[in-house]
């Protein structure tokens, strides 16, 4: 059985810094993407990063330049999502997303909250 797990998510400052995290377990695919979406209340989920098994990365214009995706080199079913200068519009719950050919996963989900 597939999972998809997420953590890291947390209450921080504008302009601070957290790192989310990504486990997906049960599957023994070579070609998969891994991603994450966030959805604020009372809106649409939403498109943050995604990163295919080449390595390759595309985010939205939103967060270039402030967010990176990565997967862990040793656990290729591990990857991160590092936030930096987190703006009060980044307020959302984080998902965890696995695409698997046509098949999708999701993850439980984690707040992330940006206030002072």
């Known amino acids: 059985q597939v999972r998809v797990v997420e953590s890291g998510g947390g209450l921080v400052q504008p302009g601070g810094s957290l790192r989310l995290s990504c486990i997906a377990s049960?599957?023994?695919?070579?070609?998969?993407?891994m991603g994450w979406y966030r959805q604020a209340p009372g809106k649409q989920r939403e498109l943050v990063a995604v990163?295919?098994?080449?390595?390759?990365?595309?985010y939205a214009d939103s967060v270039k330049g402030r967010f990176t995706i990565s997967r862990d080199i040793a656990k290729k079913n591990t990857v991160y999502l590092q936030m930096s200068g987190l703006k009060p519009e980044d307020t959302a719950v984080y998902y965890c997303?696995?695409?698997?050919?046509?098949?999708?996963?999701w993850g439980q989900g984690t707040q992330v909250s940006v206030s002072s």
């Open positions: 997303n696995l695409v698997i050919g046509r098949n999708t996963y």
């Open positions: 049960g599957f023994t695919f070579i070609s998969y993407t």
């Open positions: 990163i295919d098994s080449s390595d390759t990365t595309t």
